[in-house]
């Protein structure tokens, strides 16, 4: 099992410093899914929830969201993002909606945690945004679905 980078050897917490490291094109893509109602679906999907367009709201954001991830997340560097997404894939049979996030940077750490951080704030936007129809809703299956650059190299998710 390796280490834990973020600990040093007398059980500090750290940050890990990354100044010796090459900088590459790192990218990284992660999903969340937000369950509801199907009348809160249907109305979101045809744009009829008084506080706004929710998904465009989410998807805002979660790209601002992206942007601060080092502000909420104590150990992540800062970083220069050159690209953040966020898409929405609803599922009319489950009256979810699936959200996918990629994040990309030139730099020496990857952005693993910025794509994650925008799919979990999009989700809670579209909660925020629909709680009063629907206290119901449930958010999960937030997860790295894959990520490419620096010394690991590429992962895709198998399961």
Do not use: W
């Not at 094109?25 to 506080?51: L, P």
């Not at 579209?126 to 937030?142: A, L, V």
Request: net charge positive; aromatic share 6%.
């Amino acid at each position: 099992m390796p280490s834990f980078t973020h600990i040093d050897e007398k059980g500090n917490v750290r940050m890990v410093d990354v100044t010796e490291k090459e900088p590459t094109d790192r990218k990284a893509v992660a999903q969340g899914v937000i369950s509801m109602n199907t009348a809160t679906f249907r109305m979101i999907k045809n744009k009829k929830v008084k506080k706004g367009n929710v998904l465009e709201t989410a998807r805002i954001a979660g790209i601002m969201a992206a942007k601060k991830t080092s502000d909420l997340i104590p150990m992540c560097h800062p970083l220069g993002l050159t690209h953040v997404a966020v898409d929405f894939y609803p599922e009319e049979s489950s009256s979810s909606i699936r959200i996918e996030s990629s994040a990309r940077v030139f730099s020496q750490t990857g952005v693993e945690m910025e794509a994650l951080t925008a799919v979990s704030v999009a989700a809670l936007t579209i909660y925020d945004m629909c709680k009063s129809y629907d206290r119901e809703m449930t958010i999960s299956d937030i997860f790295l679905i894959e990520k490419e650059g620096g010394k690991s190299g590429k992962f895709v998710r198998t399961k």
